[in-house]
């Protein structure tokens, strides 16, 4: 793995001036995933219709030094498989060198990953195509203003899963995306945050260097949508961690491994909830049950992925 | 010179061989009848090492003009094939790949739409992808499916084109139905194709490029939009251009509308595929008995030919419009809202009838032309009004 001097050689694949938000969880995934690339890689970044798309691509103007292709929401995954084999078969016909060598990444949201892009995504994946795939996770339709996704946690607020007397957020769990991407039986599959640079950037080295498809769903913070200052993101990020609400893991052709919270760092579940302005009636008096629920969930969660480490050793 | 081979060969075998003469980098594709035959000996050539293409088996329609999008962008020289349901699925990506001007050559098996679900021959999918930007040919026979499909690439690759092609076949009539066809030997085929040259290619270029970039508020959404018109328009000459080349190369006419005996005619149907041969076969029949009837049968459908088709039908004294189609709401079908548009332009009215036709497959019969002719008779003599109706309902 590179080393900090080494990746501040790197030069910025996704520059400044772009127009995501202050804090904005998704330009720091993209930015740390990107160096795992390496500094001389050719790059072919794909995106899905979404925030990090809207906010880098705005004509004439492009934020990316690579080259670019937003094809739609859905379909990242299908686009970025395209552009891939495009090269095959360009390759096959003697019309780039034999040893010319091209990373392909697709970035997408987790509405456009989880939801709506799951299919393109799931086809791409079983294909085999040799490329990577990054979840942006922060957790709702952030682009069209905080609609819940099936990421969006159990309980928290959105504009499609309101607060009222009759519903306290979103009533329904998490889908657990990073396990339905291992039962592909892909090569590299990772769960990474940016809240951990140095976990995340070393798990984009790995998928880059793994032929074959790879996938990392990395937290990203948003912090328009969870409602806590812009200024808290890798806190927040770290907080995830911390509290087991968001292991970080990797399954290496089927053989899981997890970077354990130590045991004097974790810290209960409130400590992520209570810096968020979309969990903040959770804490209203009689409301104890939920956060209680929310934490059998989040431990249970955590010994899944324990579990299936032991079981993949 | 070109080595001819004849062979017996559906619709769908000389798609297959086109495409693969035509030797793509990449196929993205799908199943779905009729149409699956196509990608089935695809799936064939690459089996057999007869082809260097990229096989993307897709797990949907909408995946597969995406991954086409990609490979275009890419710089890759790409097909695809699909029909009915299919096509109605990559309804977003249609008007994708035409909005970021990428030469896509994708075969349509002409296919009815559900409700309810029926797998025969109609323009029902091929109409909803009308609006979308994409040039759109039809065939009437195998052969002219093998013909369309060859000429497209040069069109879609066109410097001054740089948009997707449409190559249209009738469902099961022509997808599945053995002809005698003509194929030209690869060299030949290789030689008039030529290789794509990207222009802005995401790989293999100098430097960094954007594909599907964001247009919001102001005038440059608009402005490519314009762009767009004018493309889509201005790809009239080179279609002509190209198909005339392969015109003398395979020694088969190329024009916009194929007229049978309209110089003189008093009735014209005007037809879109395989229903072009019984409208011709009545219209014969009509002629021996003294009756000046012609049939004029749109082959480029997008950009529509509205001047040449003025051309054909103006000393006409009526003329029916074929469609198998309808536009639920509409005052007509879709080709009869194109063809009294273009009438529109003439000095002196030529009273029209609409026909909507062989939907789902439905049969369309000797009868039904001669009614539709007789029709047009009555109309010119005034004695029946204008409209649409259904031909041959119960």
């Known amino acids: 793995m590179a080393s900090i001097k080494e990746h501040s050689k790197t030069p910025e694949r996704l520059v400044g001036g772009h127009r995501l938000c202050g804090g904005c969880g998704a330009s720091i995934a993209v930015r740390q995933v990107l160096l795992g690339a390496g500094a001389d890689a050719e790059v072919v970044v794909g995106a899905a219709t979404g925030c990090l798309e809207v906010s880098t691509t705005a004509l004439p103007y492009s934020s990316w030094n690579t ?30 060198a034999q040893d010319k060598q091209i990373k392909f990444v697709a970035f997408g949201g987790d509405g456009g990953t989880y939801d709506i892009g799951f299919q393109s995504l799931s086809g791409a994946l079983e294909r085999g195509h040799d490329f990577v795939y990054v979840c ?66 070393d798990k984009a080295e790995r998928a880059f260097a793994t032929p074959g498809p790879a996938f990392i769903n990395v937290l ?50 409130e400590e992520f909830l209570k810096v968020q302005g979309r969990f903040k009636h959770l804490f209203k008096p009689g409301n104890e049950h939920l956060i209680e629920r929310l934490q059998t969930e989040v431990d249970e969660a955590y010994e899944y992925i324990r579990k299936m480490c032991v079981i993949t050793a | 010179m070109a080595e001819v081979t004849v062979l017996a060969a559906t619709g769908n075998m000389m798609v297959a061989e086109a495409f693969r003469q035509a030797a793509p980098d990449v196929i993205a594709a799908y199943p779905i009848t009729p149409q699956t035959a196509i990608v089935e000996n695809y799936a064939k050539y690459v089996a057999e090492g007869r082809v260097h293409t990229e096989f993307v088996a897709v797990e949907s329609e909408h995946s597969a003009l995406s991954a086409c999008v990609g490979a275009s962008a890419a710089g890759a020289r790409v097909v695809t094939a699909t029909s009915s349901q299919g096509l109605a699925l990559m309804y977003e990506e249609l008007h994708i790949a035409a909005g970021m001007r990428l030469p896509i050559i994708m075969a349509n098996a002409n296919r009815a739409l559900s409700a309810p679900i029926n797998i025969h021959g109609d323009h029902s999918d091929v109409m909803g992808g009308r609006d979308s930007g994409w040039i759109i040919l039809f065939a009437e026979t195998a052969q002219e499916a093998y013909d369309n499909s060859i000429i497209a ?4 690759e066109h410097p001054a084109v740089q948009l997707p092609v449409m190559t249209t076949l009738d469902g099961f009539i022509t997808t599945h139905a053995m002809e005698r ?94 229903a072009a041969g019984n409208a011709r076969v009545v219209a014969k029949e009509l002629r021996a008995a003294g009756i000046k009837a012609g049939v004029a049968k749109i082959r480029v459908f997008r950009p529509f030919p509205a001047s040449e088709l003025r051309d054909v039908l103006q000393g006409a004294k009526a003329v029916g419009i074929l469609d198998r189609s309808d536009s639920f709401g509409a005052p007509y079908a879709p080709v009869g809202l194109d063809v009294r548009t273009a009438l529109y332009d003439l000095d002196t009215r030529i009273p029209t009838r609409n026909y909507v036709y062989g939907l789902g497959g439905a049969d369309v019969t000797l009868d039904a032309m001669r009614q539709a002719f007789s029709e047009l008779q009555s109309l010119a003599a005034g004695h029946l009004d204008q409209g649409l109706s259904y031909l041959g309902t119960r």
Request: hydrophobic letters at 40%; glycine letters at 10%.
């Open chain 1, 67 to 96: 080259s670019f292709i937003h094809n739609a929401f859905e379909n990242a995954a299908a686009t970025i498989t395209g552009v891939e084999a495009a090269y095959q078969g360009l390759k096959a016909a003697g019309r780039i």
């Open chain 1, 136 to 201: 942006y996770d922060n957790g709702a339709y952030m682009n069209t203003g905080i609609q819940r996704s099936s990421a969006t946690p159990h309980y928290a607020w959105a504009t499609t899963a309101e607060v009222g007397s009759a519903l306290a957020g979103k009533p329904q769990r998490r889908k657990d995306l990073t396990s339905i991407v291992a039962a592909h039986h892909i090569p590299y599959v990772a769960q990474a945050s940016v809240g951990n640079w140095k976990d995340l950037v």
């Open chain 1, 220 to 269: 990203a913070p948003c912090p328009r949508g969870w409602r806590y200052d812009s200024s808290q993101t890798i806190e927040v990020s770290r907080l995830a961690f911390k509290t087991k609400f968001w292991p970080l893991f990797e399954v290496r052709d089927g053989i899981w491994s997890m970077k354990e919270v130590r045991e004097k760092d974790v810290l209960p579940l």
């Open chain 2, 153 to 156: 690439f040069r069109v879609a």
């Open chain 2, 181 to 274: 066809c003509e194929l030209l030997d690869d060299g030949t085929v290789e030689a008039y194709v030529g290789k794509r040259r990207p222009q802005n290619p995401l790989i293999g270029g100098a430097a960094p490029v954007g594909h599907g970039m964001f247009a919001s508020l102001g005038g440059t959404y608009f402005e490519l939009k314009q762009a767009q018109r004018r493309a889509v328009c201005g790809s009239a000459p080179h279609i002509l251009t190209e198909g005339q080349k392969w015109a003398a190369v395979c020694g088969r006419d190329f024009d916009f509308i194929d007229s049978f005996a309209c110089d003189d005619a008093d009735y014209i149907l005007v037809v879109l595929g395989s």
